[in-house]
């Protein structure tokens, strides 16, 4: 496959950042996309929402279908994957987006934090996948991606943050089992992560921990994730994967496009030695 076009792709989180990005991108093709996300109603601290998503969307060359959507909420995810199969006839990828995070050392993380990120992490994300699962299993080509990063237990990237770290991998820990139960029936489960931090507005509400000035941009994100969801779902699959090095397979060598600030150093991701 070279192209995404009349794929359905369900995204969590959507209405804003890399989910907007990688909307869009499919988009180009003329993808449709479920936009399912929290804010329906403008946010003073962070832009967009699902209708604003949906018009950038269908801008760009797409369908979109907007729907209220709690991930922590099991009704919820239900009715939506059923209005998405309902309007657009079923659906071929699963894009895991949404998530949550609290940078914070165990003294210092409160427990209400602490169930938010297990229950959008881990949570949310078996939740999403178990749903849409009878249906990409009746997809051509179906893939689940998603946004976590390879498990890495170098106690370095635990004793700052250890609960972001649990919540976190335990998003990378549905890819390790979900690949190997659904690689002989054909869906395609693997987990994208950026090999310097992407700059968006969640980011930006962790009070200036990295400056804009040396981050990526969402699209890079996008463009791997797009490869990704072109390959073969029967050859690509349990794959832990990095957005540069997806980039580079696909014959792309210079990123300065990416960059938010031309010829600035630029800092790497959490969980990469």
């Not at 980039?247 to 990469?272: H, K, M, N, T, W």
């Amino acid at each position: 496959m070279d192209s995404l076009a009349g794929k359905t792709l369900f995204i969590t989180g959507a209405s804003r950042g890399i989910g907007l990005e990688v909307s869009k991108r499919a988009a180009e093709d003329g993808a449709n996309i479920v936009i399912a996300a929290k804010t329906a109603r403008k946010n003073p601290k962070l832009p967009g929402t699902i209708y604003t998503a949906a018009e950038e969307i269908e801008a760009a060359g797409g369908q979109a279908l907007p729907l209220v959507v709690d991930i922590r909420e099991e009704e919820q995810v239900i009715a939506a994957v059923g209005k998405a199969v309902e309007v657009f006839g079923g659906i071929d990828i699963l894009i895991n987006n949404a998530s949550a995070i609290y940078l914070a050392g165990t003294l210092k993380t409160p427990m209400k934090r602490f169930d938010l990120m297990n229950q959008i992490n881990v949570r949310g994300t078996f939740l999403v996948s178990q749903v849409c699962l009878p249906y990409l299993l009746q997809a051509d080509n179906p893939h689940i991606l998603t946004f976590a990063p390879p498990l890495n237990l170098n106690p370095r990237w635990f004793c700052d943050h250890t609960a972001y770290t649990m919540a976190k991998y335990g998003m990378s820990m549905t890819v390790l089992g979900m690949a190997e139960e659904f690689r002989d029936q054909g869906v395609a489960v693997n987990a994208l992560w950026p090999k310097t931090v992407i700059y968006t507005a969640a980011l930006a509400m962790l009070g200036g921990l990295v400056p804009p000035e040396n981050c990526r941009r969402p699209k890079i994100m996008a463009d791997a994730a797009q490869a990704i969801l072109c390959r073969d779902s029967r050859s690509c699959t349990g794959q832990f994967l990095i957005d540069e090095e997806v980039l580079r397979e696909e014959g792309i060598d210079d990123f300065s496009s990416y960059a938010v600030a031309s010829g600035q150093p630029l800092f790497p991701d959490l969980f990469l030695d």
